[in-house]
């Protein structure tokens, strides 16, 4: 058997299992490598590797990592998330956490899986568990979904086309204040206008981190975006045809303040 490592075919045993260990500990599927010198055993290889989980990983059907959302379906940072794993088509379980009470999963049952992961417990949601490895911040959230849709066999990739593109409306999503007007809302939809003028979804012409960190947020204010915004408007039109967006559109939600 021989590994390459981008240009640089491996055949010695120690190169090949110093590629390996990378490839497993970075999650990096070997098929990269395999496809990148087009050798025909570097293709046999890829075939188990990709199969593997990650180190540290509790793994569930066909070596995917059991993936559980710590969410309530009114928040739209946890929607954030939710729409993620929908449009990626990851399996995942949901737990609806009860945030403002107690009994049934609180806050107290929240805080020891983030401690599991060795995060500081906050209490707050959304909060991912990828086997043993637990995320929080929404956008950190939808990031690491992004790299597990292109590396998880059946998944559809949520990388984006414009990565750059996508960045900058993560960003000013992220910075939104927390009001239902203000200038930074106003310079997000035009922005966000701007991105899918040429472009089915708002960093490219497949749905993307963006898509899916700005919906929940373009939904609340969906009935004030400005008729001159025709792309958004548009694009919103668009965004409600899709199941992964409709399957996260729920009756009564909170505002992101
Ligand atoms: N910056 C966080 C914000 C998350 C957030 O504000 N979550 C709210 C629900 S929508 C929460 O858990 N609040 C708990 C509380 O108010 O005690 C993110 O992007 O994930």
């Known amino acids: 058997v021989g590994l ?37 055993w570097g ?3 890829a075939l188990p590797l990709s199969l ?3 180190s540290g990983m509790q793994s569930g059907a066909g070596g995917a990592p059991k993936i559980k959302l710590y969410t309530h379906t009114a928040c739209p940072f946890a929607q954030r998330v939710w729409l993620a794993l929908e449009a990626a088509e990851i399996p ?26 060795g995060l500081e417990p906050k209490g707050y949601i ?5 086997g043993e490895e637990v995320v929080r911040e929404s956008s950190v959230c939808v990031q690491r979904v992004a790299e597990l849709s292109a590396r998880l066999a059946g998944a559809a990739s949520l990388l984006p086309e414009k990565p750059s593109v996508a960045d900058a409306l993560v960003a000013a999503c992220d910075g939104l ?11 997000m939809l035009k922005k966000a206008d701007a991105a899918c003028t040429d472009a089915a979804f708002l960093a490219g ?27 958004l408007r548009a694009y919103m039109d668009r965004a409600h045809k899709l199941a992964a967006f409709s399957r996260t559109v729920v009756p009564s939600w909170w505002w992101w303040w």
């Open 205 to 231: 012409s497949t749905f993307s981190i963006a898509d899916a960190c700005l919906l929940p947020f373009l939904q609340r204010v969906e009935d004030d975006i400005p008729s001159e915004l025709v792309h």
């Open 177 to 187: 204040p927390k009001s239902s007007s203000s200038r930074q809302l106003d310079v």
């Open 92 to 117: 995942f379980d949901k737990v609806d956490v009860n945030l403002y009470g107690v009994g049934g999963f609180d806050k107290a049952r929240l805080r020891k899986v983030e401690a599991s992961g």
């Open 52 to 54: 593997l989980p990650m």
């Open 4 to 40: 390459s490592a981008g240009r640089r075919p491996r055949h010695d045993r120690a190169s090949c299992c110093h590629v390996l260990l990378k490839t497993i500990a970075t999650g990096t599927v070997a098929l990269a490598y395999a496809s990148a010198a087009g050798y025909p």
């Open 126 to 130: 959304p909060v991912m568990s990828i």
């Open 43 to 45: 293709m046999h290889l």
